[in-house]
């Protein structure tokens, strides 16, 4: 091959900072890792970031998507009073950002027994009692970094809307960070684990087909067509693959 | 946003974008499939494992003299953190009937298979949290014969296909057959399928299959499979015990050669730990963070191959570890985001992979390995790639079509995800399509099983990414979500029969001095310690002045200090 493969070249996402800070090019800001200044590339994410300044994450990095909730991180801006949150591995750096990753955050998982459970308030207020205690100021959906409507699946838990509470915290990645901040104590994403799975498993539209499919490998249906292609050689089985139709 | 000088590229996308739909909106194939000769052809022209350089013989261990993807070849020839008189064994720090290497999909099924079904206790030692694998990063989907117009056999027929016909038989039966089974066990636990109206499971097509077979739970999954098995984990404290941030670093074994547990490292503290078990199931997942190629990944933080290591100086044969799954869809712009899958579920959903000047040149869905390998091919050979200001190239992934065929609303509904990704940079994928390239994604190979998960080592049970001949040498997309479920209850179960038979003989780690003195008699020269655990991306002068710790008596003895990615190789981007 005579390009580098363009997965291979020098990167500024955080797997590859290095590479980018030794052809020194880009321009460097200032960022304070936890009130220490360190100069970072003003295009790296925060992850990205932390590495460049020559950190070791053990704690606070995980999926490095956007799925894991690991790299939790609040922040400032120079001249602003907000508390800022966003995932390290997704929020871009900025001059003057002082910043801090919250790796853990304290939290009590309830212990149950889903068979033993109904979707419905009573699970709730057995399970998660705090979501009583909401004052609805909507800090939660402020802090959210998947933008995701916090409070709402609150109140709808309140409601005992088992639906709602999952169809509005399916895209959560439990970071951690509204129940850090609500002012509630609240713990928002393992109530709304708890939800999704008391939907799944009980307010579900069952699907016949999948009983009957299941059923049918119980009773050996397809036994022999696996012995008769287990026993091909690869030539006949070459054949049939290429000859099969698609949907 | 794209930058400017890619608005010529993009308006041919436009251009050419209704007669595309229309082609996607009939019946048949959008562009004509690969034959058997032109899939071989495609492949041994720009696949990366075909480079000369991409693989080279291994000199020690169980697969001594084959040919190993040239970084698992360094992995394997590398020092132990550990010398046996280093670990005292006759008094061990935990006792447990299953010890559970690896805290993601596969690592949680057989814990909760061992406890339900066989009332067996476990430990499970992960190196980072529970849940911090690559199962909660799948976005597309799993596949399971469940539709009426399909059938087991079936997607049987599809995977020993798509895995060039090199795949172990008896696993592909177990994966398949037990398919459906597992999208029940699934559900019952509570996890969140796509459905139709009428409560049918929703079903999509991916890369190499002929029914439509792959269900979802919106982009997210795996995080939502993951969620639900680690929280009902976490609802068994009495039978389960999870050990975070502790990962293995060797196995034990017993005087009569069976596996009888292994040795921990705690990430904190930095000590070592020692766990006797009846049996051991490696969960370990895969590689990606070696960056094979200097590729970029898909891949979590921690998939540095260490099951691998470690079971291969315990005598543990690979399979297919010359072989590397390099995903058609990673992101190449933005640059934050390079490496990042694109599910494979944005080409079954009718995404279409066009060049530069908006034509198509492949079927979007064949096998992966195909699939990536017209892409580099239509980038290196044909010009038809876009480059990016950084250097990178490219290929468009046409998504808005995916809207214009299922309906306004269709992507932010069903890709969440991938909306969020590309948004964050004022990219919107149902008006926008996205440059992609391949990306470094799964381990093909890995430690050999039968469909019991066995090893050549008895006692020792391997599951998921970590395991080696299910997929031949190449995967489709969805099979690894049912491997890790349908292999990871396997090893629950076998891992407990035996469990409750075994009488383990006197403990030892003898074979790392064994593997020791191979490593001198092959005349090894390295000063690279494995299980990597983490990779470092500290830049080279940072790394440079950094100080060596551990306090191991060998050079470069630090799971902070691995040297992989510096010395051992020369990243293809370093060129």
């Known amino acids: 091959m005579e390009n580098a493969p363009a997965g291979a ?51 606070g990095a995980g999926c490095r998507e956007g799925y894991c909730g690991a790299c939790a991180t609040i922040y400032r801006l120079p001249g602003d009073y907000k508390i ?100 509630a104590e609240i713990t928002q994403p393992l109530m709304g684990i708890m939800a999704k799975r008391l939907y799944g498993r009980y307010l579900r539209k069952e699907s016949h087909e999948l009983a009957e499919r299941v059923k049918a490998v119980e009773d050996g249906v397809y036994e022999a067509e696996y012995a008769e292609m287990m026993s091909m050689n690869r030539e006949d089985l070459t054949k049939r693959y290429y000859a099969r139709d698609s949907e | 946003m794209y930058p400017d000088y890619m608005a010529e590229s993009l308006r041919k996308v436009v251009e050419t974008r209704p007669k595309r739909l229309e082609l996607a909106r009939k019946s048949g194939p959008v562009y004509p499939l690969m034959n058997a000769e032109e899939r071989q052809k495609v492949l041994e022209g720009f696949h990366p494992d075909y480079e000369p350089s991409a693989r080279r ?75 911090d694998a690559n199962t909660m990063m799948s976005q597309g989907g799993m596949q399971a014969a469940v ?32 398919g459906p089974g597992v999208v029940k066990w699934l559900e019952d636990l509570g996890v969140v399928w796509d459905k139709e109206e ?15 077979r792959m269900v979802s739970c919106r982009d997210y999954t795996g995080a939502m499979i993951m969620r639900t098995l680690m929280d009902e984990v976490r609802n068994h404290p009495d039978m389960i015990e999870v050990k975070e941030f502790m990962p293995a670093v060797e196995l034990i074994m017993d005087a009569e050669g069976r596996c009888a547990g292994a040795v921990l490292y705690n990430m904190d503290s930095e000590e070592f730990i020692t766990v006797k078990a009846k049996s051991t199931i490696v969960a370990t997942g895969g590689y990606g963070r070696l960056h094979i190629r200097g590729y970029d990944t898909t891949n979590h933080y921690g998939a540095t191959g260490d099951g691998l290591v470690m079971a291969y100086r315990a005598g543990a044969k690979l399979m297919y570890m010359d072989s590397v799954q390099y995903h058609p869809t990673g992101v190449s712009f933005p640059e934050q985001i390079a490496g990042f899958l694109v599910t494979e579920a944005i080409r079954g959903a009718g995404g279409q992979p ?62 969440p995800a991938m909306y969020r990704q590309f948004i964050r940079y004022g990219i919107d994928i149902t008006k926008l399509p996205m440059l992609i390239y391949p990306s470094l994604h799964y381990q093909n190979g890995g430690i050999e099983i039968n469909e019991r998960c066995e090893t050549d080592l008895p006692g020792l049970y391997v599951a998921g990414e970590a395991s080696g001949g299910l997929h031949g040498r190449n995967r489709l997309m969805g099979n690894s979500v049912l491997d ?92």
């Open chain 1, 9 to 59: 070249s020098s990167s500024l996402s955080s797997s590859q900072i290095g590479d980018r800070q030794d052809k020194a090019e880009g321009r460097l800001i200032t960022v304070y890792i936890m009130g220490k200044a360190y100069e970072v590339p003003e295009e790296a994410t925060i992850m990205g970031a932390i590495e460049y300044a020559g950190h070791q994450i053990i704690r």
């Open chain 1, 84 to 183: 800022r949150t966003g995932l390290a591995c997704m929020t871009m750096v900025e001059e003057g950002m002082t910043l801090a990753q919250i790796p853990s955050v304290p939290a009590e998982k309830a212990i149950y027994d889903i068979e033993k459970l109904k979707p419905n308030v009573t699970a709730i207020q057995q399970m998660y009692p705090t979501v009583f205690r909401c004052v609805a100021c909507g800090t939660c959906t402020k802090s959210c970094p998947q933008g995701l409507q916090v409070m709402d699946y609150v109140q709808a838990a309140k409601r005992g809307d088992i639906a709602a509470v999952m169809d509005l915290s399916f895209d959560c990645v439990v970071c951690g960070l509204c129940m850090l901040r609500c002012p």
């Open chain 2, 57 to 131: 013989a291994v000199c020690v261990g169980p697969n001594k003299g084959e040919t190993l993807t040239t970084e698992v070849a360094d992995l394997l020839e590398s020092h132990s953190w550990l010398r046996s008189e280093q670990v005292d064994l006759s008094k061990p720090d935990v006792e447990t009937d299953v010890l559970i290497i690896g805290g993601g999909g596969a690592g949680c099924n057989a814990a909760l298979v061992a406890m339900r079904e066989h009332g067996v206790r476990s430990v499970i030692a992960t190196k980072l949290r529970m849940g």
């Open chain 2, 147 to 178: 539709a009426r117009a399909d059938s087991p056999t079936r997607h049987y027929l599809d995977a020993i296909g798509g895995g060039h016909f090199e795949n172990k038989p008896e696993l592909v039966k177990a994966l398949t057959e037990d």
């Open chain 2, 198 to 212: 009428d409560g049918s499971m929703k079903v999509m097509h991916g890369g190499g299959t002929s029914r439509k």
């Open chain 2, 354 to 415: 066009v060049n530069k000047d908006g034509e198509l040149f492949v079927f979007p869905r064949e096998p992966r390995d195909i699939e990536a390998s017209a892409i580099i091919r239509e980038c290196v050979q044909n010009g038809g790639g876009v480059p990016t200001p950084s250097g990178r190239v490219g290929v468009w992934l046409d998504s808005p079509l995916i809207d214009m065929l299922h309906g306004e609303g269709y992507t932010e509904k069903h890709f």
């Open chain 2, 484 to 575: 890790y479920n349908v292999f990871g209850r396997r090893a629950g179960k076998y891992a407990s029969e035996y469990a409750k038979t075994v009488k383990l003989g006197k403990l030892s780690v003898a074979h790392l001095d064994a593997y020791e003195k191979q490593l001198a008699d092959a005349n090894v020269k390295t000063d690279l310690v494995t299980p990597i655990l983490l990779p470092s991306y500290a830049p080279k002068d940072v790394k440079k002045r950094q100080l060596v710790r551990g306090g191991n008596t060998l050079p470069g003895t630090s799971v902070l200090q691995n040297r992989l990615h510096d010395d051992a190789f020369s990243p293809a981007g370093a060129k």
